[in-house]
């Protein structure tokens, strides 16, 4: 069974950097879009940057140029670099894979981490 696992979260200051990782463990033969998402107090889980197998990245607006996403195909592992961070970007980071494939040629689908909370103070 496939597991995705967070770390990196944390309370920082205004202006201040962060860098999420979250990495996938398992019978994986390889891994299709990963992503990371955010979810803050009352409102809906949104995408924050997506990435290809090949390396292409996907922005929401509020984050361009502020965040870089980036992954390790060798380690099955994606990043998410965030600096400049502002008090809304507060929020439980969650990262996504959309797909990927086992060794045992299976395929499994909108597997997500647990969650990483990022505390951005004023």
């Known amino acids: 069974q496939v597991q995705l696992v967070e770390s990196g979260g944390g309370l920082v200051q205004a202006g201040g950097s962060l860098r999420l990782s979250c990495a996938a463990s398992?019978?994986?033969?390889?891994?299709?879009?990963m992503g990371w998402y955010r979810q803050a107090p009352g409102n809906q889980r949104e995408l924050v940057a997506t990435?290809?197998?090949?390396?292409?990245?996907n922005y929401a607006h509020s984050v361009k140029g502020r965040f870089t996403i980036t992954r390790d195909n060798a380690k099955n592992t994606v990043y998410l670099q965030m600096n400049s961070l502002k008090a809304e970007d507060t929020a439980v980071y969650y990262c996504?894979?959309?797909?990927?494939?086992?060794?045992?040629?299976?395929?499994?689908?909108?597997?997500w981490g647990q969650g990483a909370q990022v505390t951005v103070s004023s």
């Open positions: 996504k894979v959309d797909r990927l494939s086992t060794s045992l040629g299976r395929y499994e689908n909108n597997l």
């Open positions: 398992g019978r994986i033969f390889s891994i299709y879009t």
């Open positions: 990435i290809t197998s090949s390396g292409m990245a």
